[in-house]
């Protein structure tokens, strides 16, 4: 059993948290502050129960080198702001002088330390590296749910240290929203999934073939499926690697009766940009030169009657070039119809960047029943894999 927060003695200690604070950053300032938020539930715990708190993260991939643009510096001055408190920062996560402060923490106080990945010892989960790393606490806490498909030594190597470790709040309620959707959803449930890359979702795919009543599958990656039904499909992206394993896919959802909805019609550009011309077609029949940028209205239409008639839905990835105003439509009534369904009490969980990114562009995201923080490690949570850093814990 993996222990949360609740099982800890946290008073007069030193906990040592591994976040995840591996956040866009934009002219050296954080653009997006949705993951560091969502560590204060499990930060403010410690501190109100009586604990000191050691936060350590990555940020981007140094490749062991240090790197100041990779800082955590103002990553450490925007929770300084959200917790109201000053709180100390250390450059060196495993120098004795970062080392030191933590051990004349006082209770209620707050030390983040340096880029975990400045170090080599990290990615390669290196004993040492994990030993100093371990000497900044008495309790360990993983509440870096977007990093738990790694496994690395903050998640993994330093367990052996601990006696005292367990998960917080976000990484036990990003682990029940998916057992939530993949164990007992309320049915029907359906995926909505789109954006443009179909690589990293082959495996989603096909292992919600066998959990979900309905797949409805949109924005750049419906190409590949749509050829591989030999659709014409005009100077669509697709991917020639992958339409074996659409077919498979397409085989397989036949066989098990899962409904897999692809675009009817789409809304063409024949130029990647605001100044391309428009043009509908039919899905199956694009003429050459045109390129699909986003799904049109009979679709619109037939996926909001399938998310309707839905009790669970999940939502990864945008339905088309939604950057772009002329191809946003279809997200943007993606976002509508999901509030919708909200509000006529379905649960939605939506995840991926692009997709919460799509939410506040066309609104707010206030609604929705759970936003995941995780990007590679949903995508494989949600494929069936055990998480490394969430396994290495029980
Ligand atoms: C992420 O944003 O995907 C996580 O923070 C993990 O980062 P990584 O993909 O660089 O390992
Ligand atoms: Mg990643």
Redesign the pocket.
């Known amino acids: 059993m993996i222990k949360n927060l609740n099982a800890f003695d946290l008073k007069g200690k030193n906990i040592l948290i591994r976040v995840?604070f591996?956040v866009p950053l934009e002219d050296g300032r954080v653009a997006n502050t949705f993951r560091i938020k969502s560590a204060l539930p499990t930060i403010k715990t410690c501190l109100e129960l009586g604990g000191a708190v050691v936060l350590m993260s990555?940020l981007?991939?140094p490749n062991g080198k240090i790197n100041s643009k990779l800082s955590l510096i103002s990553v450490g001055e925007e929770l300084a702001g959200l917790l109201e408190i000053p709180i100390k920062f250390s450059d060196n996560c495993i120098s004795d002088d970062a080392i030191d402060t933590s051990l004349s923490l006082r209770p209620g106080e707050v030390h983040l330390l340096e880029n975990l990945r400045f170090h080599t010892g990290e990615e390669s989960n290196d004993l040492e590296f994990a030993s100093k790393l371990a000497r900044h606490g008495q309790i360990y806490i993983n509440d870096?749910f977007?990093?738990a498909?790694?496994c690395h030594a903050s998640n993994v190597g330093i367990l052996d240290h601990f006696k005292h470790r367990g998960i917080g709040w976000l990484v036990e309620k990003e682990i029940k929203n998916f057992e939530r959707v993949l164990k007992s959803p309320d049915r029907p449930l359906t995926l909505v999934l789109g954006g443009s890359k179909i690589k990293g979702k082959i495996g989603l795919i096909d292992h919600f073939l066998t959990k979900a009543d309905n797949i409805l599958i949109g924005g750049g990656m419906a190409f590949t499926f749509i050829k591989a039904q030999g659709g014409e499909i005009g100077d669509s992206l697709y991917e020639p690697s992958l339409i074996d394993n659409a077919n498979s896919i397409l085989e397989k959802a036949n066989k098990l009766k899962t409904q897999i909805h692809l675009p009817i019609d789409v809304l063409a550009g024949n130029e990647f940009d605001n100044s391309s011309e428009e043009k509908v077609f039919n899905t199956s029949s694009i003429q050459t030169g045109w390129m699909g940028m986003d799904i049109s209205t009979k679709t619109i239409g037939a996926f909001e009657h399938v998310i309707m008639s839905s009790n669970t839905i999940f939502w990864n990835g945008p339905m088309g070039v939604f950057e772009k105003e002329k191809f946003s439509t279809g997200t943007r009534r993606i976002c509508e119809i999901l509030k919708t369904a909200k509000e006529a009490g379905k649960y939605v969980i939506v995840g991926g960047g692009d997709s919460i990114a799509a939410l506040k562009k066309f609104g707010n995201d206030n609604w929705v029943n759970y936003i995941s923080t995780?990007?590679?490690?949903m995508l494989e949570s949600l494929e069936g894999k055990q998480l490394p850093g969430v396994k290495a814990l029980n």
Do not use: S, V
């Open positions: 995840d591996n990555h981007g991939r870096a977007g990093t498909h790694r995780g990007g590679g490690a």
